[in-house]
């Protein structure tokens, strides 16, 4: 846990020596207003493990054997099983989607779609923009290879030859769905979660060469298996719908999760939580607001509708917490947020604003937003009483949960 663990916070003040604006602060009640603040914690990809072993990999010239094996079941070349195709889908999903590789960078669509000749997709984005954004449908009837992607000119992504491409990857000017457009999404889990692999309709996957960060040779389909490279966070973009399952990512990467320390239970930030801690089902309320439920069906309540600021007693670090700040705390954090609640009311409603880069604002009802800052010690903690203007402070991303296709059964 981010409270709990030291190396974290030396992890911490680490990154704050990097950025301006994180000299250490004089705590006193006169300067209180200063930690209510929100400070600029820059969008930074989050490089995980599994990223910095896929550059030591690309150093090496490795492009297949590289992070840790996930086998799968019925995922070589020539196994799939893609049932009778329709021309016409469904869309399950409202809104739209963007595709971050590990080390937090965007797949794009050159031009929006409607290419055939290299580039077509590229990986070089840091933030979602039009050509980052796609819907996702699914075919009809459903079978494993389920998945068609479309671009924001309308045109439907495409595996060339149905996989196992290392140039002339990907094609975006397909006007109907066929064969070569459908793609089987296999959720891996991951730490934290949720990643997804990208299967072709032959059984591959696709890889983001070098983890992200390309503009010429960036994608190819030529994995059998899901490595680092092959794994994918899908994150929502415009309509959230209702009743689908996101982790809640805030700009420096850790997730809002509930978090147990010494049997008690608050909700907060965490920068590795599992999927029970961080899952949370967004169901849309009749006016327009939006309820945030987890995982053990008790909805997250703005403590006080917002205007409060997170504190973490560092010096008297105790499950009570007691010293400097008193009060109830846990693992030495005062939580601004509660988990408690077993139905809707005001405190337990949020306004979703949506960015127009695959971002969102969390309002409370008191017209407060939901941010982190950092305190003097340099830890990121959370508060919902800036009232101004979206920082990037205040944007947080839907991270999705809920998109795997169906099981290829032999």
């Not at 405190?347 to 407060?368: M, P």
């Not at 010690?377 to 947080?396: C, H, I, W, Y």
């Amino acid at each position: 846990m981010r409270h709990t663990a030291v190396v974290t916070l030396i992890g911490m003040a680490a990154l704050c020596l990097g950025l301006a604006g994180c000299a250490a602060t004089d705590h006193s009640k006169e300067q209180a207003a200063l930690d209510t603040a929100a400070r600029e914690v820059p969008v930074i990809p989050d490089e995980s493990q599994a990223a910095k072993e896929v550059a030591q990999s690309e150093t090496a010239g490795e492009v297949q054997e590289r992070g840790v094996s996930r086998l799968l079941p019925g995922t070589t070349a020539g196994t799939a099983v893609l049932g009778t195709l329709s021309t016409a889908f469904t869309s399950a999903y409202p809104g739209e989607f963007a595709f971050r590789t590990q080390k937090g960078y965007y797949l794009t669509a050159v031009n929006g779609g409607g290419r055939t000749g290299d580039p077509t997709v590229i990986t070089g984005a840091t933030s979602a923009g039009a050509w980052e954004k796609f819907k996702i449908g699914i075919a009809t009837p459903p079978s494993p290879y389920d998945k068609l992607v479309q671009t924001a000119s309308g045109n439907y992504l495409t595996a060339v030859n149905g996989g196992g491409m290392t140039a002339n990857v990907l094609h975006t000017d397909a006007t109907q769905p066929k064969d070569w457009e459908r793609f089987r999404l296999v959720y891996m889990g991951g730490y934290p979660p949720p990643y997804y692999g990208i299967g072709t309709s032959k059984g591959n996957f696709l890889t983001a060469v070098g983890a992200g960060g390309r503009y010429q040779d960036a994608v190819h389909s030529d994995a059998r298996q899901v490595q680092a490279w092959e794994q994918f966070r899908i994150v929502k973009c415009g309509d959230p719908g209702s009743g689908y399952e996101y982790g809640i990512m805030a700009a420096d990467s850790e997730l809002l999760a509930a978090s147990t320390y010494q049997g008690k239970t608050w909700f907060s930030l965490n920068g590795h939580p599992s999927e029970a801690e961080m899952k949370l089902k967004v169901i849309r309320q009749g006016d327009g607001t939006f309820a945030f439920q987890t995982a053990s069906g008790r909805y997250v309540t703005a403590l006080g509708g917002g205007g409060q600021v997170e504190k973490y007693d560092r010096k008297y670090w105790t499950p009570d917490c007691g010293g400097l700040f008193g009060g109830p705390c846990v693992g030495g954090s005062s939580p601004i947020f509660h988990i408690d609640a077993t139905q809707v009311q005001a405190w337990e409603k949020f306004r979703l604003i949506d960015q127009g880069n695959c971002t969102y604002s969390i309002q409370t009802t008191s017209g407060f937003f939901a941010g982190i800052f950092k305190d003097g010690s340099g830890v990121t903690l959370l508060t919902t009483r800036r009232d101004g203007a979206a920082t990037a402070n205040e944007k947080f991303q839907l991270v999705v949960f809920g998109l795997a296709s169906p099981p290829i059964i032999q």
